[in-house]
């Protein structure tokens, strides 16, 4: 029922110190948006738009007149209704400071500490760090890692976010050597690596930081003290456009609003309830806001007339009807009694990621004994995500009244529990055996817990557990991170204005911290814009019957619905469909897409079309099915050397096996996003967007309108993340935008939320790989048979390429005499998977580095003794016959074991497993031969264009892309080291087809190296034109140079061009020279492992990577640790999943858990080792994609602390751990007594909740 309300208040708050006057409050409307499209605030940005990633923190300040103090707390805008704000204060990042202003400490330090890269997720760390600091402006190190944990930074791996922090700590841990030239990784030791010169570990200077003064921070408004004063409170009324939304004044006012609305819900935090109405289409039309009621948070203990107290028990907790609010009722306080003696209570959780994760299953307990003893006088146990509800194991607890606490106890309490407690085979939210297993795991801690509280009480009475089970008890606490980062010092003879080889912070940094970096979504609004929704397909493999779209069209705001039928050009081109006609191929096929005045608008009408299917067989979504099928893309590429076949003939030992690597979410911070606009003329049109490659996205929008590529303009400034995600699909968005702004002849909008992101652009290949391995009894590995079959997807994208790469860097570090590699792309009906970082090595890799580690097993040795025998040694000829010298590989194998003092540790976790049943320690260490750019020539070509203008300045542009690597920064470090003149004098814009036509795409680690070039080349060519003004004025300034050019007539303009590497690969030989270089890279990770509950935590990783001589060493380890932590990520946590019909559930941050600060290793040491690469721009290497690989040393460490495990209970030595190790994958592969306990299904009776699609 609507409430028949007069009017709307007016709504009062502030932004920054303004008063902001709102007479129309929709209470639909949230703070995020607010300030963005309202106010103009674009600071704050959008990414998620749940509350799980924190790029939209904004501090909210509130006055209590009941304490009269201010209360200052980072809030999620997105989920903030502005309604809520009424009285509050909020502080954005662009009142935190600004370039225009002055910069605040904590933005200074975060981009001086270099905690940004891409700079999307930036505002959101300002204003976490900012508010912790408002609150404790000498806060712990403990404090900041808190802090950060809600924000997600898809780029930088978060050390460098977290340092920045730790400089407002007083006790800053941040390595005490950094700056004074020595480090505690002893480089005086004749090492390999400070053979080549000094190491630095230096990255920025603290002393130019300006200190912290809290006194200038601003005040809050006193106006809002007054009104929070105010004794004549009034209930406040917001009517909206469909909702109302109350504030009542009094408890007595909370208590009528809710006998006459007993439907209507109470916001609080709205952490709930906003998901469940922007995700779940819940809607409501009265909102009750009570959380200004003094009542709702100092607890009266007297016990007011009409109160009444309910147990939070079982049938409460189980929300049973009868034991359950009243629809008038409210929560006014919750009493939690302490314990007493005799009686202990624990709360026990696992999640898939340790911070900032619903619980997989988590329990609270409760045991009450008879005083004195061990007899259980009352026992409650309650478990989370088991059922609908809280379930209670009440039956349990009741039988086990009057036992004793003891084994015998135990072991009945874990058979009448699973019996008491069912998760049905197809349960929704899947890992159903895991979840068992965890019923009983979680119970086996309590009982641990439990018995270590009786021995205190009585020691005498109560033998204690175990030493060897101590360690079960606690879970893994959350450290601060630390670490060092070495790199070359710059040869001191080098001029001081010459920055090549400086750790020069991004270019873009302080933008980024103070929210001034523009993308896309924050480019304002454009007379007559649209705002663009996709409809997408519900089904894999389907025949359109028809589209209705009357409803949708009715709608208010709809402009129009775009189909296939409004392509006036191509719309299957290259094999790759912008929309659907007559069938769809995958689930989140774009079918339609609805233009209307609003987002809001836009998305309700993509709702309301109607599209009628029938199902078409075969639906094809793994690989096993494409492989019953014969469902593939394209042909086989096969490389081999040797003879394979008479080698397996003489070896001592062969082994087959099969390891499944599941795919990866991009996972960027900005979401795709296209701005199109059409000109008035000749068929023109613009369009602003995020892509690693414009020249693509140029020609699929000319062959979609049917127009000459000289008609279509793609500008990109920079992108919040990319990691291969915006090389191709750019182009397939950027059509479908096209189309609608060619039909409606307006500005299309169209910026994608994350769920459609992630269900429409798809990510990296989820392969499985086939190997046979001949190999001695002494570890030498003889032949290989290997065979990679990837999940590409319903169309090609960059499926062939990917293919390609995986067979050409299979053997990854590893001579294998007899070596046959074949791999192949399936043809599936899941969206299409394409580039990612690393772009098929990562997953290919693991399979090389699994099956030398099953060989280890087999001959009963190391895997890193397996792993040396078989490295390169010499220089040498890949399978594919090209020459390289694996020197810098050696170099970095033999360092990262010493400095990692890989043997002593090996020795101590081996001590410490002796010492730990549950726990176990595991350590690994990989090795990398990683090949840079392209096989094919014409795609290392590069251009640019270099403008100095009459007052000196230069503007520099090029073909490469600013993703967040840095790549302008280095543009402008090599256009000051040619041209002689300062970084201040260069500007780099954006990257537009229209001033360097036909640029090849930014990824491959290659940015750097070839638009380096091409900037170098244009540098010389105008230094040459300059060169006799200088000799006969040598002593005159830059100015008075160009300024004489120009009175002689000199072009101060020259395009720069790079012609490439001349790579090749002839496929039918299987020879080439397929790659410019190699980049080589060892890593060393150690982890514990929870046995009892499968999460790990990761102790410490280093990491040696041949950079050669490092342009901005920076960049580089940035790139180093967020590629090494992205691919963590990929190895461990993240874990998409997938209907058996194709419908991919884990579409928010929800559902897919990319690493948090709390993931990242206790201790990071990351070495960039020296070496020479002639070929390359000042003889460095890219670094963009490699670390993502030796993420894998987690992966292969964790296997390790499980076989150590599984050795332990005498299970068999070799055994598959597949990618990513999940901490499902790690708790069922430690089988014990509770995994044989659990009960198991036969898979053939039903259809699980989510299948394997690799
Ligand atoms: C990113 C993110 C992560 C999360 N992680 C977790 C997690 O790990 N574990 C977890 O349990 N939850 C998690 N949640 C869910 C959510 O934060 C919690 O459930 C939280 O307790 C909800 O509190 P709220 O104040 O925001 O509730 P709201 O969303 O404001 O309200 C929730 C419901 O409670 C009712 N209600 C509120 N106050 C009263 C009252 N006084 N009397 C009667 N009814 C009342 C409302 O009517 C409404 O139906 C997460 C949410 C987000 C966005
Ligand atoms: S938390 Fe608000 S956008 Fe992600
Ligand atoms: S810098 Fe953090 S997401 Fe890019």
Redesign the pocket.
């Known amino acids: 029922m609507m409430p028949s309300l007069p009017h709307s208040d007016e709504l009062i708050f502030f932004v920054n110190g303004r008063k902001v006057i709102e007479r129309n409050a929709d209470p639909e409307v949230n703070l995020l948006f607010y300030v963005r499209k309202r106010l103009r605030l674009t600071g704050t940005k959008y990414s998620c738009g749940?509350?799980?990633c924190g790029a939209c923190t904004v501090m909210v300040s509130r006055y209590n007149s009941m304490t009269k103090t201010i209360h200052h707390y980072p809030a999620t805008a997105c989920?903030v209704p502005i309604c809520s704000l009424y009285g509050a204060a909020v502080t954005t990042v662009e009142g935190v400071g600004s370039i225009k202003t002055r910069i605040h400490p904590v933005q200074e330090r975060l981009a001086k500490c270099h905690g940004t890269q891409c700079g999307f997720c930036s505002p959101g760390m300002v204003m976490s760090i900012y508010t912790l600091l408002r609150n404790h402006p000498e806060p712990t190190p403990e404090q900041i890692t808190k802090a950060l944990g809600?924000n997600l930074c898809r780029c930088t791996g978060y050390r460098p976010i977290v340092e920045s922090g730790k400089t407002f700590c007083v006790e800053s841990t941040v390595c005490e050597l950094k700056g004074s030239g020595k480090c505690c990784m002893d480089q005086e030791d004749g090492s390999l690596v400070s053979r080549w010169g000094k190491m630095c570990t230096k990255l920025y200077d603290e002393d130019e930081f300006q200190p912290l003064d809290p006194s200038q921070e601003p005040i809050f408004p006193p106006e809002l003290i007054r009104m929070a004063k105010d004794p004549n409170k009034r209930r406040l009324t917001f009517q909206g456009e469909r909702t109302t939304w109350i504030t009542p004044a009094t408890l007595n006012d909370l208590l009528e609003l809710k006998a006459n609305f007993p439907k209507a819900?109470?916001?609080?935090?709205?952490?709930?309830?906003?998901?469940s109405i922007k995700f779940k289409n819940e809607s409501h039309p009265v909102f009750i806001f009570?959380l200004g009621l003094p009542e709702?948070h100092f607890v009266n203990t007297t016990g007011d007339e009409g109160q009444q107290q309910i147990p939070l028990n079982g049938p409460f907790l189980e929300r049973s009807p009868e034991a359950d609010?009243k629809s008038e009722e409210?929560?006014?306080s919750v009493y939690i009694p302490y314990s007493t003696q005799w009686h202990f209570v624990f709360g026990l959780r696992m999640?898939q990621r340790q911070e900032?994760?619903?619980?997989i299953v988590n329990a609270g307990m409760s045991v009450k004994f008879e005083d004195g003893t061990n007899t259980i006088k009352k026992l409650q146990m309650f478990y989370g995500s088991v059922g609908p509800t809280t379930v209670s194991a009440s039956q349990t607890c009741k039988q086990l009244i009057g036992r004793q606490w003891d084994d015998q106890m135990l072991s009945d309490a874990c058979r009448w529990v699973l019996d008491e407690i069912y998760i049905p085979p197809a349960a929704e939210g899947g890992m159903v055996e895991y979840r068992r297993t965890l019923i009983i795991s979680l119970l086996f801690k309590f009982y641990l817990k439990v018995r270590r509280g009786l021995n205190q009480m009585d020691p005498q009475k109560f033998p204690d557990i175990p030493e060897k089970f101590m360690s079960a008890l606690e879970d893994f606490p959350i450290e601060t991170p630390q670490g060092i980062q070495m790199f070359q010092c710059v040869d001191p003879h080098q001029p001081p204005q010459d920055p090549v080889g400086h750790p020069v912070m991004h270019q873009s940094a302080i933008k980024h911290t103070t929210g001034e970096a523009v993308y896309i979504d924050d480019m304002p609004c454009i007379d007559q814009e649209l705002f663009l929704a996709p409809i997408t397909s519900t089904r894999a493999h389907a025949k359109i019957i028809s589209i209705d779209i009357s409803e949708a069209l009715a709608l208010p705001g709809v402009v129009d619905v775009i189909t296939a039928e409004d392509v006036p050009g191509d719309n299957n081109y290259q094999r790759e469909i912008f929309y659907a006609q007559n069938e769809v191929i995958c689930v989140g096929q774009i079918v339609g897409t609805v233009a209307a005045d609003t987002y809001a608008h836009a998305r309700e009408a993509a709702k309301k079309v109607k599209i009628a299917y029938e199902d078409i067989e075969p639906r094809i979504i793994t690989i096993e099915q494409a492989l019953e099928h014969n469902s593939f893309l394209f042909d086989e590429k096969k490389i081999e050397q040797g003879n394979v076949e008479q080698a397996f003939k003489y070896v001592d030992q062969i082994i087959e096996g099969e390891v499944h690597v599941e795919g990866q979410e991009h996972f960027y911070m900005e979401t795709s996003s296209i701005l199109a606009l059409p000109k008035e003329e000749d068929k023109e049109m613009v369009l602003h967007l995020g892509t690693q490659y414009p020249t693509r996205v140029q020609e699929y929008v000319a062959a979609a309108l049917n127009v000459p590529r000289n008609r279509i303009a793609c500008r990109m400034k920079r992108t919040g993340g990319a990691f291969g995600g915006k090389v191709a699909k750019p182009a397939v968005l950027g059509a479908v935008s096209a189309v609608a702004a060619n039909k409606t002849g307006r500005p299309i909008r169209f910026i994608l939320e994350r769920g459609d992101d992630m269900l429409i652009t798809a990510g990296r290949h989820p392969l499985l790989g086939k190997y046979k391995i001949g190999f001695m009894n002494n570890g030498v590995i003889k032949a290989a048979d290997v065979k990679y079959y990837v999940n590409g997807g319903c169309t090609p994208d960059e499926s062939e390429m990917v293919v390609e790469f995986i067979v050409l860097k299979s053997e990854n570090a590893h001579y294998i005499p007899n070596f046959r590699c074949r791999g192949r792309a399936c043809k599936t009906n899941l969206p299409s998977n394409t580039a990612f970082r690393g772009f098929g090595f990562p997953q290919g890799t693991v399979v090389v580095e699994a099956y030398i580690t099953a060989v280890a097993s087999q001959c009963n040795l190391p895997p890193e003794e397996v792993k040396e025998i078989n490295m390169y040694k010499r220089i040498s000829k890949t399978a594919f016959k090209q020459t390289f010298n694996p020197e810098p590989l050696r170099r970095c194998w033999k360092e990262c074991l010493e400095k990692s003092s890989f043997y002593t540790r090996k020795l101590a976790a081996e001590e410490f497993n002796k010492k730990n049943y549950w726990k176990k320690r595991g350590l690994a260490i990989v090795p990398m031969k990683f090949c840079i750019g392209i096989p094919t020539a014409y795609y290392n070509q590069a251009a640019a264009l270099v403008h100095i203008y009459l007052d000196g300045s230069v503007l520099v542009t090029h073909g490469g892309c600013e993703l967040g690597q840095g790549l302008y920064t280095k543009m402008i470090q090599v256009a000051s080291h040619e041209l002689n003149i300062p970084q201040s004098y260069i500007h780099l814009s954006e990257t537009s087809t229209v001033t360097v036509p036909n640029g090849v795409f930014t990824s491959g680690s290659m940015g750097t190296d070839i638009n380096g070039k091409a900037v170098q080349n244009a540098c010389q060519t105008l230094m040459a034109r300059l060169h006799p003004i200088i000799r006969k004025n040598p002593k005159g300034k830059w100015e008075d140079w160009i300024a004489k050019a120009f009175e002689e007539s000199i072009s101060l303009s020259a395009t720069g061009y790079f012609k490439g590497y001349q790579t090749n690969m002839d496929w039918e030989k299987g020879e080439g020279n397929a790659y410019p270089y190699y980049v080589y890279g060892a890593a060393c990770s150690e982890v514990e492992v929870d046995c009892l509950t499968g999460a790990h935590k990761l102790l410490r990783t280093d990491i040696f990577m041949d950079a050669a001589f490092s342009i901005n060493p920076t960049l580089d380890i940035g790139q180093v640790e967020g590629a090494f932590i992205q691919g963590m990520g990929f190895y461990t946590i993240e874990e998409l999943k997938y209907s058996s019909e194709g419908v991919l559930y884990s579409r928010s941050p929800?559902d897919y858990k990319i690493p948090t600060v709390t993931e990242i290793p206790e201790e990071f040491y990351v070495t960039l080792v020296r070496s020479q690469n002639p070929i390359a721009i000042y003889s460095s290497k890219g670094l963009g994609e490699a670390g993502m690989f030796l993420g894998s040393s987690v992966l292969f460490a964790i296997y390790d602390a499980v076989a150590a495990a599984r050795r332990e209970r005498g299970l068999t030595k070799t055994f598959v751990l597949s990618s990513p190790a999940t901490p499902e994958t790690i708790r069922m592969t430690c089988v014990d007594q509770f995994t044989d306990m659990i009960p198991r299904d036969d898979p053939s009776t039903f259809t699980p909740w989510s299948i394997r699609v690799s």
């Open positions: 749940g509350g799980g989920l809600g819900p109470l916001v609080m935090g709205n952490t709930e309830l906003g998901p009570p709702l609010l409210i929560v006014s999640a900032n994760a619903f619980a929800d």
